[in-house]
């Protein structure tokens, strides 16, 4: 079964970057659509990013201009490059497969004021 690992967490200063990797155990990104979700507490999981298996990408509006996802094939990777962070990014990010309940572990990301 596929299995998918997110790393790249951490904390950063507002205005700062980071960029988010999730790997996955098998070769998936050419059969399905893949996504970047994230959480707050008490807070419903939002979609915050998604390429297509084609390579189109789509971007949730708090985020447009800021985020950006890509994916590497052959490494059966794909990031989320987050740049000029805000308090309002701190979340747990969470990768996904398109149309099924496959989700990583989560990896938590904080921007401090």
């Known amino acids: 079964q596929v299995q998918l690992m997110e790393s790249g967490g951490g904390l950063v200063q507002a205005g700062g970057s980071l960029r988010l990797s999730c790997t996955a155990s098998g070769s998936v990104f050419k059969v399905y659509s893949m996504g970047w979700y994230r959480q707050t507490p008490g807070e419903e999981r939002e979609l915050v990013a998604s390429?297509?298996?084609?390579?189109?990408?789509d971007y949730a509006d708090s985020v447009n201009g800021r985020f950006t996802i890509s994916r590497d094939v052959a490494k059966n990777t794909m990031y989320l490059q987050m740049n000029n962070l805000t308090p309002d990014d701190t979340a747990v990010y969470y990768c996904?497969?398109?149309?099924?309940?496959?989700w990583g572990q989560g990896t938590q990301v904080t921007v401090s004021s």
């Open positions: 996904k497969i398109a149309e099924t309940n496959c």
């Open positions: 390429i297509s298996r084609s390579g189109s990408t």
